[in-house]
């Protein structure tokens, strides 16, 4: 399974962007991808996931509402919908995917897959290269 980020970019604050993350090798239904960022001299944090088994999203507090994360199956591509963007979301953005576990349903997971950095390395197992994303006037 290969992850290809794109769509970063310069965006001034309050301004919009659209993060995709297309993935190619899947050979299963069931999977989720998660949205990652990681700012300069900081933790890589996750932001937001969805699952392909019945759509659920999560995400975390800090992007919640501003955020829309969707999937398009027939393009195995997942979107990161980002509005009204703040400096503080400046950060180098990643997907990565749960290909292995039993498929889930609901947001139980997904809060497992973004609860910690150290679970999320531990059940995402593939990673895209990242998409630079910076907010500034």
């Known amino acids: 399974v290969q992850l290809v980020e794109s769509g970063g970019g310069l965006v001034q604050p309050g301004g919009s962007l659209r993060l995709s993350c297309a993935a190619s090798g899947l050979t299963r239904d069931y999977y989720v991808i998660g949205w990652f960022r990681q700012a300069p001299g900081k933790e890589r944090e996750g932001v937001s996931c969805?699952?392909?088994?019945?759509?659920?999203?999560y995400y975390k507090d800090s992007v919640e509402g501003r955020f829309t994360i969707s999937r398009d199956n027939a393009k195995n591509t997942v979107y990161l919908h980002m509005n009204s963007l703040k400096p503080e979301d400046t950060a180098v953005y990643y997907c990565?995917?749960?290909?292995?576990?039993?498929?889930?349903?609901?947001?139980?997971?997904?809060?497992?897959?973004?609860?910690?950095?150290?679970?999320?390395?531990?059940?995402?197992?593939?990673w895209g290269q990242g998409t630079l994303v910076t907010v500034s006037s």
């Open positions: 990565a995917a749960d290909v292995d576990s039993p498929p889930q349903y609901g947001t139980s997971w997904l809060r497992v897959l973004l609860g910690s950095i150290r679970d999320s390395y531990r059940y995402l197992d593939v």
């Open positions: 969805i699952s392909s088994s019945d759509g659920s999203t």
